[in-house]
């Protein structure tokens, strides 16, 4: 069985075609690598398995069930989706990486926090920063960190290193290598840098809504 299920998927808005027939199956530990050129409903698929959209018509399934027979809010522990511009809230970066843990009614582990912190090159002071003094590369990635801390089952990337120097994208894509080796996470990734979509084993290209290439690790890049 595989984990996500996607069938003739559509989804229109404004009386117009965003995605139009959507096939897609994702299984556990795949890498999938979303392109396509701008405006093309990259985004829009994504926001579709997030369930912060909802399909116009279609099916998806995630773990063999329809999306419409899970709780949102739980759904969404499970799989990530991390904006293409970052959302932040509250007043500081602490308040951010706490939120995990709130919704989950659990204390704040201060020490992973820091921890992940310094994985992505930015120093435990920054806990205490104003969401407000944050460059965008910043708020990129303490968004990737909340998202991670509690590792989700599938994890959405949507351009999360747009706003990166290739110093510290380097850094995000090792990172989310070792996640991926260490546990079984499946990531989906929009990306617009072809050396980036490269890392993933799975690719997709959507033009207009639709997806006019797939393929493989053994294709390579097919845009
Ligand atoms: N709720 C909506 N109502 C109307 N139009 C929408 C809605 N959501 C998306 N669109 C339109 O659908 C198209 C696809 O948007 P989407 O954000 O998915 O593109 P994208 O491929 O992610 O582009 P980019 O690479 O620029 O981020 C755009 O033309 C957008 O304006
Ligand atoms: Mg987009």
């Not at 990259?42 to 579709?48: A, E, Q, W």
């Not at 099916?59 to 419409?68: A, C, D, R, S, V």
């Not at 090792?174 to 084993?201: F, G, P, V, Y």
Request: aromatic share 8%; net charge negative; proline share 3%.
């Amino acid at each position: 069985m595989s984990l996500l299920e996607i069938k003739n998927l559509s989804f229109e808005a404004a009386n117009k075609k965003i995605l139009e027939n959507i096939q897609l199956t994702v299984d556990e530990g795949d890498f999938l690598s979303i392109t396509g050129p701008s405006g093309s409903g990259k985004s829009t698929l994504l926001k579709i398995i997030a369930t912060i959209s909802s399909k116009t018509s279609g099916e998806f399934f995630y773990n063999g069930k329809p999306i419409e027979s899970y709780e949102p809010t739980e759904y969404r522990k499970e799989v990530s989706y991390c904006f293409q511009s970052p959302v932040l809230f509250g007043e500081t970066v602490k308040d951010n990486l706490a939120f995990p843990y709130t919704i989950r009614e659990m204390k704040f582990d201060e020490t992973k926090a820091v921890e992940y912190l310094k994985t992505v090159g930015l120093p435990e002071e920054y806990l205490d920063k104003t969401i407000n003094s944050l460059s965008g590369g910043e708020k990129q990635r303490i968004a990737l960190i909340r998202n991670v801390l509690f590792q989700p089952k599938i994890l959405l990337l949507d351009e999360v290193t747009s706003a990166l120097d290739e110093e510290n994208r380097q850094i995000i894509w090792k990172w989310l290598q070792d996640m991926r080796q260490k546990t079984k996470m499946t990531i989906l990734m929009i990306s617009h840098n072809e050396e980036e979509a490269a890392l993933a084993d799975k690719h997709i290209h959507i033009v207009t809504g639709k997806i006019v290439g797939k393929g493989g690790a053994e294709n390579g890049f097919t845009s």
